[in-house]
């Protein structure tokens, strides 16, 4: 497959709200694959498509023992609170706090056209918001507080 460039601050396709897929042909599959080795290759918890450059609402995350792929993906829940630190492979070496609902319940499409549904909590639920943030044109600078510069 192939890996991506990560797409930086202030690219405009950072704030662009990302549209949404109408068919999963081979290039969507194509996408996720190359989504898949990014994320990977960057030893990242999450991608968005916007940070490849496709305006396309696809996301892909790891927080670490679980690998998912979410097309046209929205949160139907959220409760609770978490707050933490975070960074973003689209914006290097700048860290901030930033306070998430700590419980979401995902849902989207498959590679396979399928619907699925995932409750989350914790860091998969960080991750989740996070990614479909950068759908909405939303960047975790947007939402942080304490902007640190550095490596975590």
């Not at 797409?7 to 290039?27: F, S, T, Y």
């Not at 492979?89 to 498959?110: C, D, E, F, I, Y």
Request: glycine share 8%.
């Amino acid at each position: 497959m192939g890996v991506y460039q990560i797409i930086e601050e202030p690219d405009e396709v950072l704030r662009a709200k990302a549209l949404p897929v109408n068919n999963i042909n081979a290039g969507v599959i194509r996408v996720l694959d190359n989504m898949r080795d990014t994320l990977y290759a960057f030893d990242g918890v999450g991608l968005a498509a916007p940070q490849i450059g496709v305006s396309k609402r696809i996301i892909v995350v790891d927080p670490g023992d679980q690998y998912i792929e979410l097309i046209n993906p929205e949160i139907i829940e959220a409760d609770g609170e978490q707050v933490g630190r975070e960074g973003c492979l689209s914006v290097p070496n700048l860290w901030g706090t930033v306070k998430r609902a700590n419980r979401v319940v995902v849902r989207g499409l498959n590679r396979e056209a399928e619907p699925v549904e995932y409750e989350a909590t914790e860091l998969l639920a960080r991750a989740f918001q996070h990614e479909i943030d950068h759908l909405d044109g939303v960047l975790f600078i947007d939402k942080a507080s304490d902007l640190r510069r550095g490596k975590d």
